[in-house]
C-alpha cells in the first residue's frame, strides 16, 4: 500500500493551494484519510480529516479556510487551501487508517509529505 501526496508549493499569503493524496495498492478498505502540517521546528500536527461516512475534522485554525474531501472510488482525499497565511508552512502528510487485503484490522499508513510554503 502506498499514499501518495502532491499540489503543494509556493504561494503568497491569501492564496490557494489543493492537495491531493491517493492510496494506492491492496486495499480492502479505507475508514479514514487525513492530513497533518509540520511546522518547521514543531511536532506534526493533524490539521483536517474525514470518515468513510463523511464525518470531518478541522484544526481550530484552518476551520473556514481549509476543506477536505475524500474520492472513495479513487482513494483519493483532497485538501483545499484558501485564505493561506504564513503560519500554514510547512510539510503536509497525508496519511489513511486502512485495511489491506492482507490484514485482519486496519493499520495507519504514511504519504511521503508535500511541502506548503506561504510567503508574506
Known amino acids: 500500500v502506498q499514499l501518495q501526496a502532491s499540489g503543494g508549493g509556493l504561494v503568497q499569503a491569501g492564496g490557494s493551494l489543493r492537495l491531493s493524496c491517493k492510496a494506492s495498492?491492496?486495499?480492502?478498505?479505507?475508514?479514514?484519510m487525513s492530513w497533518y502540517q509540520q511546522a518547521p521546528g514543531k511536532q506534526r500536527e493533524l490539521v483536517a480529516a474525514?470518515?468513510?461516512?463523511?464525518?470531518?475534522y478541522y484544526l481550530d485554525s484552518v476551520k473556514g479556510r481549509f476543506t477536505i474531501s475524500r474520492d472513495s472510488a479513487k482513494n483519493t482525499v483532497y485538501l483545499q487551501m484558501n485564505s493561506l497565511k504564513p503560519e500554514d508552512t510547512g510539510v503536509y502528510y497525508c496519511?489513511?487508517?486502512?485495511?489491506?487485503?492482507?490484514?485482519?484490522?486496519?493499520?495507519?499508513?504514511w504519504g511521503q509529505g508535500t511541502l506548503v510554503t506561504v510567503s508574506s
Open positions: 474525514i470518515t468513510g461516512g463523511g464525518s470531518t
Open positions: 496519511a489513511a487508517k486502512l485495511r489491506s487485503v492482507y490484514e485482519a484490522l486496519s493499520s495507519d499508513y
Open positions: 495498492g491492496s486495499i480492502f478498505s479505507i475508514n479514514a
